[in-house]
Every structure is written in C-alpha cells, then in structure tokens.
C-alpha cells in the first residue's frame, strides 16, 4: 500500500508540473485547439489523485485493504491511459510528428478504467453497509 501511496503523491506532483509546463511553455506563445486536450489531461490527473488521496489516506474504513488496493489501481492505471495519451497526442501535434494511431484508443480505455474505479469504489461502499445493517440486526 506504501507504494500506491507514494505513486499517488507522485502523480499530484506531475499533474501540477504539467499545468505549469503547458501553460507557461507549451501554449505561452501560441494557444489553440490542442490545449484542450492538454488542459482536459491536466485536469483530469488532478481530480483523480485528489480521489487517490481521499481513499488512501482519508477515514474510508468501510472498505478493506485489498479493495482499496484494486480501486487505486484501476484510478492510476486510468490517469496514466487517458492523461498520458492526452499528453502524448498534444505533444506530438505541437511538435508535428505522427503519432501512432492506436494511440487514440488508450484515452477511451483511459476513462473506462478512470469509471470502473469509482463503480467498484461505489459497489464496495454499498456491500460494506448491506453487510453492517445486516451484523446490527443479528
């Protein structure tokens, strides 16, 4: 669980990185379509290591060690699919390479993985109460 954690700081450290990165180098000069796409990867990184750091290191005690384990997971494994993929197409644009086109079918799998976790943080949170209202009824 250490090193979730540890990733999960890591991760809110480049998301701010890369905020500041695309905003004072990337699109300084020259902003346009594509920082959209950046700024929505930016964004989206943030909002999920803040997800990260509320189950991880907030009171979420209703769930167990092992499920919070397989929701942190599909939480970094989404960030680092749809953000990551984001980045790499915005950065291949601005630096006018092709990118290879699979490329475009990581960012959907991205946010599929990004729903999973909060589906399964949800369903783990729902059968921790059924299972406490059925304890308080015995």
Do not use: C, R
């Not at 090193?3 to 695309?22: D, E, H, N, R, S």
């Not at 092709?98 to 059968?127: D, E, M, Q, S």
């Amino acid at each position: 669980m250490k090193k979730i954690k540890i990733l999960t700081l890591l991760l809110g450290g480049l998301a701010v990185m890369a905020g500041a990165f695309g905003s004072h180098v990337l699109f300084a000069e020259n902003p346009g379509a594509i920082q959209g796409a950046y700024d929505t990867a930016v964004k989206y990184q943030f909002w999920h290591v803040l997800a990260l750091l509320v189950l991880l290191f907030g009171q979420v005690n209703a769930i167990s060690v092992q499920q919070k384990k397989l929701v942190a997971l599909l939480f970094i494994s989404g960030i680092v699919m749809f953000s990551g993929s984001l980045y790499f197409i915005t950065i291949f644009k601005i630096l006018q390479w092709n990118f290879p086109y699979f490329v475009v079918f990581v960012t959907p799998a991205g946010g599929t993985l990004l729903i999973a976790a909060w589906l399964f943080w949800a369903y783990y949170l729902i059968k921790s109460d059924d299972s406490a209202q059925k304890n308080s009824k015995k």
